[in-house]
C-alpha cells in the first residue's frame, strides 16, 4: 500500500467515525508511522511493509475511539518545541501560545526575569519561555504528580533544565517571591459544562486539568503577594470568560487590564499588572 493509498483509507475510516478533521489526522497518522513529515508525505515512493501497516492500524484504531491525534502520536509541536504528551497533561494547544507570546512581551527588556508557571502541566509554558528567553529562570507547579513526571520528562530533552525548576503544590501555596510574571493556564470549564464537551477532552484528557470554578481568582489573588510593582500577571480563560475574567483582575487591583483575542480571534488571554 503506497503512502497516499493509506492516507485515503485512513480518512475515510477517521470521518466514518465522526473525527473532525479526517484528512489531516490521516496525513499525520501515516506520516508518523513512516517517520516523515507531512511535506514529506507524498514524496515518498515505497510502499508501507507488514509492520507499518500494523502499527497505522493500531494508531487509527485509537483516533477512531476520539483519543487525542496528540495522545495517539505521543508528541505534539508548541511554539519551536515537540513536547512529550499523553493523559498525564492537557494537549498544549494554540491559544496557549499566545499565553506565551504576552508572556515574552512583558518580559522584553529584563535581564534575567524570574517567572512562575501555576499549574504546568506537559511544562509547555514553562519550556517556551525558557526556550526563548535565553536568561529567563521560571519556577513550575503542579498538584498532580503525573503531569509534573512529563513535564519532567519534557524538560529533560529541552535541554533547558539549568533555568527550569519543578514543584508540586497547590497553586502558589509554598512559593515565595518576588516573580517578574506569573502565568497561569488554569482549569476553566464550568462543571455543568463537562458533558457537551467533544470525547476526546470529555473521555481523555484529565479532569482536573479540564473544569474549574474562578480557578483564575484564586490564582490572581495569591499572585498579588508575589508581584512587586509593575510585574504582570498573564492568565488564559475560557471563550467567553474574558470581561469576567478582566473585571475581577481591575477589582482585585491590577492596572492596565487587557484582553488579546486566540487566532480565531476570541479573546482567551487576560493580563494585567501590580501598580
Given amino acids: 500500500m503506497s503512502p ?8 475515510f475510516e477517521l470521518d466514518q467515525a465522526g473525527v473532525p478533521l479526517p484528512r489531516v489526522d490521516a496525513e499525520l497518522l501515516v506520516a508518523g508511522v513512516l517517520g516523515v513529515s507531512r511535506s514529506e508525505l507524498y514524496a515518498s515512493d515505497r510502499s508501507l ?12 484504531a485509537r483516533r477512531r475511539a476520539r483519543e ?13 518545541l515537540v513536547l512529550s504528551v499523553d493523559a498525564r497533561a492537557l494537549v498544549p494547544r494554540p491559544e496557549t501560545e499566545v499565553v506565551v507570546e504576552r508572556c515574552l512581551v512583558h518580559l522584553r527588556g529584563l535581564e534575567a526575569p524570574r517567572v512562575l508557571d501555576v499549574g504546568t502541566g506537559s511544562g509547555a509554558i514553562a519550556l517556551a519561555i525558557a526556550d526563548e528567553h535565553p536568561a529567563a529562570r521560571v519556577v513550575t507547579v503542579d498538584r498532580s504528580e503525573g503531569a509534573l513526571a512529563l513535564a519532567r520528562e519534557n524538560l529533560g530533552r529541552s535541554g533547558l533544565a539549568a533555568r527550569v525548576e519543578l514543584r508540586r503544590g497547590d497553586l502558589l501555596d509554598g512559593v515565595a517571591g518576588p516573580f517578574d510574571l506569573v502565568v497561569s ?5 464550568p462543571a455543568s459544562e463537562y458533558d457537551s464537551l467533544q470525547p476526546e477532552i470529555r473521555l481523555y484528557e484529565p479532569y482536573e486539568a479540564v473544569v474549574g470554578d474562578r480557578v483564575w481568582e484564586r490564582v490572581a489573588r495569591a499572585a498579588r503577594g508575589v508581584l512587586p510593582t509593575g510585574a504582570h500577571l498573564v492568565l488564559e480563560c475560557g471563550d467567553g470568560q474574558a470581561p469576567e475574567v478582566a473585571e475581577g483582575l481591575a477589582a482585585l487591583g491590577y492596572d492596565g487590564v487587557l484582553c488579546t483575542p486566540d487566532l480565531a480571534g476570541r479573546d482567551r488571554v487576560v ?5
Fill in 68 to 80: 487525542p491525534l496528540a495522545y495517539v502520536l505521543g508528541e505534539w509541536g508548541f511554539r519551536r
Fill in 4 to 11: 497516499l493509498e493509506a492516507v485515503h483509507g485512513v480518512a
Fill in 185 to 189: 493556564n488554569p482549569p476553566y470549564v
Fill in 271 to 275: 493580563e494585567g499588572h501590580r501598580p
Fill in 49 to 60: 511493509d507488514a509492520a507499518e501497516l500494523g502499527r497505522l492500524h493500531e494508531l487509527v
